[in-house]
């Protein structure tokens, strides 16, 4: 054995990315980062004019996870330097064009560049939509789905139509249970 060659580390090196945000005081760090935690953005909201017999989509939500922490997580790097803007601005055109046409403006600026207010989009998958799944719909169209409909989950994402920032906020199912369809089915035979 030759005692001339050496093993390198299997682990690479942090880099630091190019661009960075412009530093901020802690103070100042903790406040955007509570403040993005609690946003109304995971929170599908039916508005007054949108109400449909006394149904609204925060009862029709099941299995709802918010993806909060990952949000923070996601942000923390980018202030602190480990993740770079290009990582993180890289919304597909797709969901800046969904974001354009089917998005709901939330009350939330965005967290990166600050020019903008988010844009929420909500994409709905499921075996019971077939062509539908995969698309974009708004709260109302959510809740006209839901009471047609077997289950299909939803997935939230917001996006900020100027840097491209995008972050899945909310995911959840909507829709009526098997055990409801198959209770309505016997009752009919």
Known sequence: ????????????????????????SPESRVAALTRAGTSTLARVTVQAGERQQGVDSATLRRAVVDY??????????VY?????LHDVCDAHPYLL?????????????CPVCRKEQLTEVHYVYGDALKAVSGQAKSPRELVDM????????VYVVEVCRSCGWNHL???????????TSSRRRAATE
């Open 1 to 24: 054995m030759s005692q001339g060659k050496c093993i390198d580390s299997i682990y690479r090196s942090v880099r630091r990315c190019r661009r960075t945000l412009p530093p901020r």
């Open 68 to 77: 909060a922490l990952q949000r923070r997580a996601k942000l923390a790097d």
């Open 80 to 84: 602190a330097g480990r993740a770079s």
């Open 97 to 109: 064009r969904a974001a354009k046409y089917h998005g709901r403006p939330s009350d939330v600026s």
């Open 146 to 153: 839901a009471q047609r409909l077997r289950e299909f989950n």
């Open 169 to 179: 906020t909310a995911s959840f199912v909507m829709g009526r249970s098997a055990a």
